[in-house]
């Protein structure tokens, strides 16, 4: 079964950093991209990074790009989003999920976690 | 950017009835689109997947497909169960983009 358990998440203040993880298990994790998605409250969904199963190459959309990274450990089977200068409207439960690159789908999705950027 | 219109924005229906939902891209993106469901306080569920393919576990009563830069999900007939928000995504080119999403009730 394929599972995927975020953490790290919080209260963090504007123009400080956070760090997400993302535990994978049930699948062959060096096999696949991996994505991080977002949704703020009662809003819809935003896609926030992609990984290459080697890390080699990341994708990020303008709203983060330079100041995000994605990364991950295939060794651990983890995947990470390394958050800096965060501002209110990095408000959000933010989800890892597993990303067919192929056809361009996320398929499977963590339980997600929520990050509050608040004075 | 490529921009998904979906529509309508909330949909209220009556059990066993066909529903339908759209979403109209900005260009072309061939079968690069996927449809999902949302339920309140869970993750997102893939029901559709290449813009026509099922995945796996999700009813058959569900089924997507495309006519030029326009994609439907319908539901042939409506369960207690399908309440929620629905999602189509294009995977097509970055940044990946969603539709606005359309809230699903039953009359």
């Known amino acids: 079964e394929v599972q995927l358990v975020e953490s790290g998440g919080g209260l963090v203040q504007p123009g400080r950093s956070l760090k997400l993880s993302c535990a994978a298990s049930?699948?062959?994790?060096?096999?696949?991209?991996m994505a991080w998605v977002r949704q703020a409250p009662k809003k819809g969904l935003e896609w926030v990074a992609t990984i290459s199963t080697s890390g080699s190459r990341t994708y990020y959309p303008d709203s983060v790009k330079g100041r995000f990274t994605i990364s991950r450990d295939n060794a651990k089977s983890s995947l990470y989003l390394q958050m800096n200068s965060l501002k209110s409207e990095d408000t959000a439960t933010y989800y890892c999920a597993r990303h067919r690159a192929e056809n361009g789908y996320f398929d499977y999705w963590g339980q997600g976690v929520m990050v509050t950027v608040s004075s | 950017d490529i921009q998904m219109t979906q529509s309508p924005a909330s949909l209220s229906a009556s059990l066993e009835e066909i529903v339908t939902i759209t979403c109209q891209a900005s260009?072309?993106?061939?079968?690069?689109l996927a449809w999902y469901q949302q339920k309140p306080g869970k993750s997102p569920q893939l029901l559709i997947y290449g813009a026509t393919s099922l995945a796996d576990g999700v009813p058959s009563r569900f089924s997507g497909s495309r006519s030029g830069t326009q994609y439907s999900l319908k539901i042939s007939r409506l369960q207690v169960e399908d309440p929620g928000i629905y999602y189509c995504l294009q995977g097509y080119s970055a940044p990946l983009t969603f539709g606005s999403g359309t809230k699903l009730e039953i009359k």
């Open positions: 260009q072309d993106i061939g079968n690069w």
């Open positions: 049930g699948f062959t994790f060096s096999n696949y991209y």
